[in-house]
């Protein structure tokens, strides 16, 4: 009406002024409706998905199902995890064009999605929560099933948010693919018996998604590494020597785009804590690669906590030799559901740019770091204090990828996947199977980060301060009005 009165118009021109306005505003919002878009001005871009996503989302060539099975009565805690959860999925099938069908379901309440979890193997899981200053569990269901064809996936626990994106697009990414992908592992022997198996939880997490294959380089019969396998995993054991037959096919099965993670020491280490020179002889190859492998190691005051004891007693110590360290390339993916890695009597390594050739380091050392060279001390009341000088950043693990198209991926820990020196916070085996899913998906997984979700709770206070917020807003309100209304009052008479 004020619009009307400032231009003056006339009662006829109101007539056509209302309406013409309404429905140039309906049509506006249907306009709008058609074509949305947004922009993400959120830490960690926790709300847009990777290229890597939404690439695999579009080449769907049929429909996939994606069932959130959860309770409706969770803890207060996780309802804004839901409601990320949900976003995400809604995301996904925005992207899949009508390939991506989302279910909601609460196997709670239907009896038809709980014997659905059940033939799943998805587990009620037990949380705690902090409710009216007492501790409460309570049972919920929050996992996530994935359909295709015949075929599908479970993620049983689907909170962490911050790897969600990656965990479900891996499982559906193994779900659609065509063809059984090779990885062949090079010194990783077999075991009679998976108790006496080193490498018993890299194997099986591996062989879940990929068909496993030994290889022999040393056998006169295999000529060249076939081009079939999409990713090698050399694992030294200081053992073996690698002369120019095998160091050869090494490099034209780079050459000829392949991708190999080695898992080599600098240093050779025996089980009594002795040292000798590595055996392997793959240094000069490592330095052809832009790479090289120094010979010393590397101590950190964020180490590990090692027992040195005996059947009599036992002596816990952080071990400087076991390093540990957060100190990731983030810009990559490969470090989905990785908090932490450890090194056990880890060497570093040196990058040189070389042409043709694109090095990077992957994960470097804690400040709190330093080396031995040429004299080493492995014992640790013998391990002397450093200089501060000393102290500084080291590179641990470096990758070249070449202009043909190849990649290597060098660890300098042949221990690395040792269940003897995996620690419960270690994220050792998760970051091999990711550099494995991303070389072998011939990068289709690649570039997909963790998203970087951030609640603010409230904080934890005593008692006491409780007690006074509680009755300050209960109080402080009502009497802020009525100290409103008392002066409204007697400024009337």
């Given amino acids: 009406m004020k619009f ?19 429905a140039l505003l309906i049509i506006t919002n ?5 074509s949305s878009f947004r922009l993400d001005f959120s830490k960690g871009s926790a709300y847009t998905l990777s290229p890597s996503t939404k690439k695999i989302l579009h080449s769907l060539d049929d429909v996939v199902n994606i069932k959130f099975f959860v309770s409706s009565d969770l803890p207060t805690p996780l309802l804004p995890v839901k409601a990320e959860v949900t976003d995400l999925l809604n995301e996904y099938k925005k992207e899949g064009r009508g390939k991506i069908s989302i279910k909601i ?51 049983p626990q689907a909170t962490d948010l911050g790897n969600l994106e990656y965990n479900t697009i891996s499982l559906l990414y193994k779900l659609t693919r065509k063809e059984s992908i090779k990885i062949a592992i090079v010194g990783m022997e077999q075991a009679a018996t998976p108790q ?55 490099k034209k099965y780079v050459e000829n785009k ?12 025996s089980d009594n804590l002795s040292t000798q020179p590595a055996s392997h002889d793959l240094f000069s190859l490592f330095e052809s690669w832009g790479i090289s492998l120094n010979k010393d190691f590397i101590l950190s005051s964020s180490a590990e906590y090692v027992n040195f004891g005996n059947d009599i007693y036992q002596f816990m110590t952080p071990y400087p030799f076991w390093v540990k360290t957060n100190n990731f390339n983030k810009k990559t993916g490969y470090f989905s559901n990785v908090a932490q890695l450890t090194f056990p009597w880890t060497s570093s390594v ?22 031995q060279k040429d004299s080493y001390e492995l014992l640790p009341q013998k391990i002397k204090q450093p200089e501060m000088k000393d102290i500084k950043v080291f590179p641990l693990v470096a990758q070249v990828q070449t202009r043909g198209g190849g ?43 963790s998203r970087t979700v951030t609640f603010y709770p409230l904080p934890e206070l ?4 409780k007690d006074a917020v509680k009755y300050l807003d209960t109080i402080l309100l009502p009497a802020l009005l009525a100290l409103y209304g008392g002066i409204r009052l007697m400024r009337r008479k």
Wanted: net charge neutral; hydrophobic share 40%.
């Fill in 4 to 22: 009307i009165r400032l231009f003056r118009l006339t009662n006829i021109d109101m007539y056509i002024v209302v309406p013409v306005s309404l």
């Fill in 30 to 34: 249907l306009l709008i409706g058609l």
């Fill in 105 to 155: 379901m609460d196997p709670k309440k239907d009896p038809g999605s709980l014997e659905e979890v059940r033939e799943l193997g998805i587990p009620e899981l037990q949380y705690s929560q902090l409710e009216k200053n007492k501790y409460q569990l309570s049972n919920a269901y929050f996992a996530l099933g994935i359909f295709y064809a015949d075929k599908k996936e479970v993620l």
């Fill in 196 to 250: 006496q198996d080193p490498y018993v939880v890299f194997r099986n997490i591996l062989s879940q998604q990929y068909e496993i294959i030994p290889l022999d380089l040393f056998s006169d019969s295999i000529k060249e590494i076939d081009s079939s396998y999409k990713t090698v995993v050399l694992i030294d054991s200081n053992k073996k020597k690698y002369g120019e037959k095998e160091r050869e096919k090494l």
């Fill in 258 to 269: 392949g991708k190999i993670i080695f898992l080599v020491d600098g240093v050779g280490i």
């Fill in 350 to 371: 040196s990058l040189n740019n070389k042409n043709g050739l694109e090095v990077q380091t992957l994960v470097s050392s804690s400040k709190s770091s330093w080396d």
């Fill in 407 to 449: 990649t290597v991926v060098l660890i300098p820990s042949s221990r690395f996947l040792n269940v003897q020196y995996l620690s419960k916070n270690s994220g050792n085996v998760d970051f091999i199977f990711n550099l494995v899913n991303n070389l072998a998906s011939g990068g289709a997984l690649s570039g997909i980060r």
């Fill in 462 to 465: 005593p008692d006491s301060t």
